[in-house]
């Protein structure tokens, strides 16, 4: 996703109310100003087809203006971002020439607001000379539109456009008076709590670095020593260390180190670990060589000198590997630790695996990110991808640890060190008590492989696949309700992708086998609105039980259109599929609804590794306007992931020795535990804030969430039938006055949840600036 930015320019407030656009306000109206080869505050945007994008010198006024030509066919714009007021009324208009110009499937040149259809001016088509077109529009919830000069529009056109003198000029503005009606009578389905659910991928710093307590990177040495991307270094002369691929230990290669004698400690070393003064750190390294190869070190370092350390002294090794334990206490703290593996005798050595984690680790786990992620208390967790499943092998992660095998993760960048595997899954769903939703790979996998894991989660230890699974210490079926039938096959990313046409055949085949195989499970299938949900639902519809949809939103400028993204992508949705249940014949009687198991914002610089950003507390306004449009989907959304739980676009975010809540981590946490079960109507105009309601399971308390995106407080009137309340209550709040204010783990909030109690709540509610308010309100 590529994030967006407003040109700079002035804006005005009008009545303490939020920006107000004025002509002059649209950057370079007039083209005069270049930033060389594009004029200032425009980017050309290809929508579709192919075309030439030009800062011409000729003009309706002045000496510039826009160009663009198509011979081949294009659907393509001059692009701008301008603020406006919400909640008003605006004339955009502009001068447009054009020649030869033929609109094929599209409509010709005109100017017009992205997502907007009501500000379209009329599109010109042949031979023009300079014509003014304008349209009046609303801008509702919008505080920034996506201005284009567009040539095509909704399909393609060939020809010249010239653009000049586009304006935007505000025609009246209206004050926001919200008010809302909740009708405590008129209850929606219960909210199922899998909305709540999470999704994390083998990606990043998402399980590796973030979930999986290991500190050692490349422990099993798929990259040489010593090469561009390994993080293991020579000590001692470099040629001493050579890798072996007859006898590997683990892989296809094990570092063999040649020792001169004479006490000098040669061997390999790994810089960048994070040391706490204090902690105590445990591990294991897998030895073998020549019995003259002794004493064998193995040191963490804290400091700058080889002095601030603590060694583990092995006196001696065989020529059989053998796996040898590690402890350590971190005399200081450090950000650049480093552990050496070094022979100080004569003959060879080599050095099979080696692992470090915090003596505190659950089962191999973070401490510290499971006690964020128990406290998240999410009900499913969608695993193990995500892209990287239709490439992924479930047998090379299972088994003894230090002998499954390393590989290039097989969609994203890194090594796929497969330390967590299925079984390692299952721990983690035990522990923070969870459900598992395991995805099956239908990208380069086959039948067999997919009813083989099934065996191994859910058969019997009689059964083939039951058997190894209680040989490898699991005795007892997983019994794992939830498959998904893979991930994103739609998409020509995605490994083993096909034409929808056969791949309706390959998700069928794989139900059938697996249903034969345990006819208990439930199955996701892949779905994205449009071609492909409607033929998989058309031909798979007794083959599935829920079918996924995903979205992500990046950036957009001004806070409210920013956060009402993830609230419309849901609407959008969700209104999608009510149109196939009336317009599908294969969904008569049946029940397919929504899971919608990949959602997020996903934008920034990857501050916490692959695809992981930070995020600010507009983003958690946004995540709160999501959750509030889940609550009235509740008749087509059964299940929701957020994606991805840990770093990578993650609502929880560490370091190498901290773990805290970015701010999209807030609401969910607020939500899970705080909203009501039962969703109630609510009715009026709530712009700009964003109402919903529901009851708690009890019925003693009616909860009401506001998300007030304003850089103002609010006031919301409020009538609520059907129920009385005492006015006595709790609210949780999450709120700030900067949009961009954000987190770092291991530092004090800068955004937070705060509780407090709430008397004499009546017929109105002040919401504060930039907030997501939570009442909990006794009734009588």
């Not at 306007?625 to 008749?635: A, H, I, P, Q, Y």
């Amino acid at each position: 996703m590529s994030s967006r930015f407003v040109a700079g320019f002035a804006v005005v407030l009008v009545l303490g109310m939020g920006p107000v656009a004025r002509a002059s306000e649209v950057p370079n109206a007039s083209f005069e100003q270049s930033d060389g080869k594009t004029p200032t505050g425009w980017k050309p945007h290809t929508w579709n087809g192919k075309g030439t994008f030009e800062h011409a010198e000729n003009g309706h006024t002045g000496k510039r203006s826009l160009k663009i030509s198509s011979d081949a066919g294009g659907d393509l714009s001059w692009e701008s971002f301008v603020s406006v007021r919400p909640n008003a009324t605006y004339r955009l208009s502009g001068w447009i020439k054009t020649k030869d110009l033929k609109p094929t499937t599209g409509r010709g040149a005109l100017i017009n607001v992205h997502q907007l259809r009501t500000a379209e001016t009329p599109a010109l088509t042949g031979t023009n000379d300079w014509k003014r077109v304008e349209v009046v529009f609303d801008t509702g919830e919008r505080d920034t539109l996506d201005l284009n000069c567009l040539f095509g529009g909704w399909g393609l056109a060939t020809g010249q456009a010239w653009y000049d003198d586009v304006k935007l000029e505000l025609i009246s503005a209206k004050e926001f008076k919200p008010s809302v009606t909740i009708d405590a009578t008129k209850t929606g389905e219960p909210i199922n709590p899998y909305i709540y659910g999470q999704f994390i991928e083998h990606l990043g710093r998402c399980i590796y670095g973030g979930i999986w307590a290991e500190m050692l990177e490349d422990r099993k040495f798929f990259y040489p020593v010593g090469g561009k991307e390994s993080p293991w270094q020579a000590v001692g002369e470099p040629e001493a260390v050579t890798m072996v691929k007859e006898g590997s230990y683990v892989g296809d290669q094990t570092p063999r180190v040649t020792l001169p004698g004479g006490g000098l400690a040669y061997g390999i070393s790994q810089k960048g670990l994070g040391l706490v003064k204090g902690r105590e750190y445990v591990g294991r390294v897998v030895l073998a060589g020549d019995p003259q190869a002794g004493p064998v070190e193995v040191k963490l370092v804290w400091g700058t000198g080889l002095a601030e350390c603590q060694t583990v002294t092995i006196d001696k090794v065989t020529q059989a590997y053998q796996t040898f334990p590690l402890k350590f206490k971190a005399g200081e703290g450090a950000d650049d630790g480093q552990l050496l593996i070094v022979g100080k005798g004569k003959g060879t050595l080599r050095i099979g695996t080696a692992s470090l984690m915090p003596a505190d680790n659950v089962h191999g786990m973070r401490a510290d990110t499971l006690k964020l992620l128990k406290e998240l208390d999410a009900p499913i967790y969608r695993w193990p991808g995500g892209n990287f499943v239709s490439g992924y092998n479930w047998k090379d992660g299972i088994g003894p640890r230090d002998k499954r095998p390393p590989r290039k993760n097989p969609a994203w960048k890194g090594v796929e060190h497969n330390d967590f595997g299925i079984d390692d899954f299952m721990v983690f769903c035990r522990e923070i008590k969870t459900e598992p939703l395991v995805v099956v790979n239908t990208g380069l996998g086959d039948v067999t492989t997919a009813v083989e894991e099934l065996q191994y989660a859910n058969g019997a230890a009689d059964t083939p696949m039951g058997k190894l699974r209680a040989d490898n210490g699991h005795a007892e079926p997983y019994n794992v309700i939830w498959w998904g039938i893979g991930n994103e096959m739609y998409g020509n990313w995605q490994l083993g992708h096909m034409p929808l046409e056969k791949y309706v055949e390959k998700h069928n085949a794989f139900v059938d086998a697996m249903r034969k195989e345990d006819p208990r499970i439930k199955v996701v299938a892949v779905g994205a609105v449009g071609k492909w949900s409607e033929m998989m639902m058309a031909k798979c519809a007794g083959h599935m039980d829920l079918v996924s949809e995903h979205f992500y939103c990046g950036q957009k400028p001004g806070v409210l259109s920013h956060v009402a993204q993830l609230r419309d992508c849901v609407r959008n949705k969700a209104r999608a599929h009510r149109r196939y249940r009336k317009k599908i014949d294969a969904l008569k009687g049946k029940d397919i609804r929504i899971a919608m198991d990949e959602w997020n914002y996903w934008y920034g610089p990857e501050l916490y590794g692959q695809i992981g950003p930070r995020y600010f507390l507009k983003d958690a306004l946004g995540v709160a306007m999501g959750l509030n449009e889940f609550s009235r989907c509740t008749d087509i959304i059964s299940m929701a992931n957020y994606a991805q739980t840990v770093n990578v676009i993650g609502c929880i975010k560490t370091t190498k020795t901290a773990a805290g809540w970015a701010t999209t981590g807030l609401p969910l946490k607020l939500y899970r535990r705080h909203y009501g079960v039962l969703p109630v109507t609510v009715t009026g105009e709530a712009m700009p804030l964003d109402v919903a309601a529901a009851w708690t399971k009890d019925r003693k308390a009616l909860t009401i969430a506001v998300v007030n995106p304003m850089s103002e407080a609010m006031t919301l009137s409020l009538s609520i039938r059907g129920a009385k309340l005492t006015g006595q209550g709790r609210l949780w709040l999450i709120a700030g006055t900067d949009p961009m204010a954000y987190n770092d783990p291991g530092k004090p909030q800068n955004v937070k949840i705060e509780e407090k109690a709430c008397d004499g709540v009546k017929d109105k509610l002040t919401v504060p600036p930039l907030s997501v308010s939570l009442y909990s309100l006794a009734v009588e």
